[in-house]
């Protein structure tokens, strides 16, 4: 079993929708849950940041974690077209350590 | 916001010679960088972890002596391909930590190497 399980879609829906997007971990000692944005050719992009399990919002976009389920969310509200790109959850344990990422959920935002 | 500027952005090479890779972080002191490698429609794999001033630490099956990494200061870490070959052909992500902040880490905008 792989440490973050991503399902890598692709993933397409209408401008407006909502979109949610998952990964599951295996690993209980993750202390800290990221979303990245990566368009095609570029370096990821952070999108939310969160620590401890529950609800973080940043304008279009909710972060939900789950500790006790092992389990990540990433909702965007009134998606764009300019939403559509690849979207990489990312998790580490405490200090510098390094990100392990799941395999990405490439979305497409259809106008 | 902090910046992590990496260059070059593109590189063709020839087989055999070799490639350096840089990244800057240009507004804040990046004790520790890691490089992953990214392949199409994969994810990013953690292949080293530098830290200032210190020997690289390399994941399992990365050579060492083939991807050279230096981290001299605390604002510049480098990556060299020696003696490449085209499977080293991917896409060549750094990420820094922001000691300053203690949220995800910021990433240069990549390096796609081509070896021919």
């Known amino acids: 079993q792989k440490e973050v399980e991503q399902d890598p879609g692709p993933l397409s829906v209408p401008e407006g929708a909502i979109v949610s997007l998952n990964c599951t971990y295996s690993n209980s000692a993750f202390q800290y849950f990221m979303w990245y944005r990566q368009y095609s050719r570029k370096g990821p992009e952070l999108l939310m940041y969160?620590?401890?399990?529950g609800n973080k919002e940043d304008g279009r976009f909710t972060a939900q974690v789950d500790k006790s389920s092992k389990y990540i969310s990433l909702f965007i509200r009134d998606s764009q077209p300019s939403d559509s790109a690849t979207y990489l959850c990312?998790?580490?344990?405490?200090?510098?350590?390094?990100?392990?990422f799941g395999k990405g959920t490439r979305l497409s935002v259809i106008a | 916001g902090a910046v992590v500027s990496q260059h070059p952005s593109r590189v063709i090479c020839k087989s055999g010679t070799s490639v350096k890779i840089e990244c800057r972080s240009l507004?804040?002191?990046?004790?520790?960088m890691f490089w992953y490698r990214q392949f199409p429609k994969q994810s990013l794999m953690l292949m080293a972890t530098?830290?200032?001033?210190?020997?690289?630490?390399?994941e399992q099956g990365v050579e060492k002596d083939k991807f050279l990494i230096n981290h001299a200061s605390l604002t510049l870490s480098t990556l060299t391909v020696t003696s490449a070959h085209p499977e080293d052909s991917s896409f060549y992500i750094c990420s820094a930590v922001n000691t300053g902040f203690d949220y995800g880490y910021t990433f240069g905008s990549g390096t796609r190497l081509t070896v021919v």
């Open positions: 969160t620590y401890s399990s």
């Open positions: 507004d804040f002191q990046a004790t520790t």
């Open positions: 990312a998790m580490r344990h405490s200090g510098n350590t390094p990100l392990v």
């Open positions: 530098s830290n200032e001033g210190s020997k690289a630490t390399y």
